[in-house]
């Protein structure tokens, strides 16, 4: 069997994932920044945004142009929206567009400032950036507390990024006493939105039976759907209870073609356990050039095997020097990370 790789969602930074938050307003297939002011690629196809109307739906300009990068007429636009119309959602675009640097100096006073007006006015996506200012201490002195009562009222309102990160808390258990079942909760929240993060924590719960009844098949089920949604981390999971037949038929095959796609993305766990299946041919053809390969990155990246540290010893000279070779270019990337 394959071992259970040793991941829990405790591990997180609780502040860490919350830069994966993005606006809930539909995207455009151009650069787009997250609530925090951090650019990120927009994948969605949508022509603008849109503002819920009474009955029907405008289209939100400032968002078209902010999504297609035309910041200077994204500002305009959503200062505009304020000063005719109290428009919550164009104060936050502009607390984005500040936290970012984007068309105008970054200036984190003034996103704050957008963003709490915002958040005051109901916007979901506002309380949760002003949460991740007050946590992490943007546009003035920092307040946990106060992020995480900004959090809580994002989550409540289904953003899935604060009910994730709020978790988090719940299972950190320093601003407030550890309570896994609020954490579940919270999580079940954020998995329900498809957030994969959430996804794979929630079945890490299940797992080990941390917070909900323990379920093995569930768990199952969260880390497919994360795993699918290129979470690293359920895809090691997901790819060794494959391989084990734990909570799902087994299919080594299909375990092993999980196991290379997190490989390839820098798991050493995965790298290890695809080496494995590369030595034994059970789950892939024999290859003894490409098990070394990967044991030497998953080894050089801090996994202990001595079952392949043997299986390498024992190799033939041409195999083993051909292992090495093709593990040299990881090996040399992992010596001289791109800055």
Known sequence: MLGAAPRTAAAHDPLAPAAHSKAHRPKV???????????????????????????????????GAFQRGYY?????????????????ISMTLLGVLYAGGLGVPRDDV??????????????REAMLALALFR?????G?????????????????????AAYDLALLYIEGQLFPQNFGRAAQLLRIAADAG?????????????????????????????????????????VEYAIALYNGDGTPTNQHAAAAWF???????????????????????????????ATKWHLISKARGETDILLDDFVANLD??????????????????KHPLM
Request: a positive charge; zero cysteines.
């Open 317 to 334: 000279p041409f195999s083993r020097a051909e292992g090495e070779k093709e593990a040299k270019v990881w090996l040399d990337a992992l």
């Open 260 to 290: 290379r796609t997190a490989a390839l993305k820098g798991s050493a766990i995965a790298q290890d356990r695809l080496a494995r299946i590369l030595a034994t041919g059970r789950g892939a053809p024999k290859s003894p050039i490409e």
């Open 135 to 139: 946590l992490k201490g943007r546009g």
């Open 195 to 235: 957030n994969p993060q959430a996804l794979y924590a929630l079945g890490t719960f299940y797992k080990a039976g941390r917070g909900v009844p323990k379920d093995m098949r569930e768990a199952v089920r969260l880390w497919a759907k994360a795993a699918i949604a290129d979470n690293t981390d359920a895809q």
């Open 110 to 123: 003034k996103a704050a400032e957008w963003y709490r007006l915002a958040a005051e006015r109901g916007d």
């Open 72 to 88: 200077l007429q994204a500002f305009a636009l959503a200062t505009e929206g304020v000063v005719q119309q109290s428009d919550p």
């Open 141 to 161: 002195q920092g307040d946990r507390m106060a992020g995480a009562r900004w959090l809580a009222a994002a989550a409540k309102l289904g953003e899935p990024v």
């Open 29 to 63: 297939n151009t650069r787009a920044a997250k609530s925090d002011g951090s650019a990120q690629d927009g994948l969605g196809q949508a022509d603008v945004g849109t503002k819920a109307g009474a009955g029907t739906a405008e289209p939100d300009l400032a968002y």
